[in-house]
Nanobody, 126 residues
Framework: QVHLVQSGGGQVQAGGSLRLSCRYA????????MGWFRQAPGKEREAVAG????????YIGDSVKGRFTISQDYAKMTVYLQMNSLKPEDTAMYYC???????????????????WGEGTQVTVSS
């Protein structure tokens, strides 16, 4: 069994920052993509960022480039999403995910994710 334990999130004013974390609890952490997706009410689930656990190559979605950064602590099997310059349109439920054994993070298709965290709400007020 694999579990993804999320923490962070909350409410912040526009221009502020938040950091999300996701701890992988399971086996064979290497050779997987750990990803962040978000979903607002009435909208499709959107890929935000991903990091390949073995070489730390990253994917950043166009809508958050220059503002969000993904990183990992391999020894702790934990990934982080640093969110800066937050905008009201960033308001969503944020989900951590992990793929089966893979070679790349891209494409960042939610169908490639095998396990999901419980989600954490991020609310950005104007």
């Amino acid at each position: 069994q694999v579990h993804l334990v999320q923490s962070g999130g909350g409410q912040v004013q526009a221009g502020g920052s938040l950091r999300l974390s996701c701890r992988y609890a399971g086996y064979t952490y290497r050779n997987r993509c750990m990803g962040w997706f978000r979903q607002a009410p009435g909208k499709e689930r959107e890929a935000v960022a991903g990091i390949y656990t073995s070489d730390q190559s990253t994917y950043i979605g166009d809508s958050v480039k220059g503002r969000f950064t993904i990183s990992q602590d391999y020894a702790k099997m934990t990934v982080y999403l640093q969110m800066n310059s937050l905008k009201p349109e960033d308001t969503a439920m944020y989900y951590c995910s992990v793929t089966d054994l893979a070679d790349l993070c891209e494409p960042m298709d939610p169908a490639r994710s095998r396990y999901w965290g419980e989600g954490t709400q991020v609310t950005v007020s104007s």
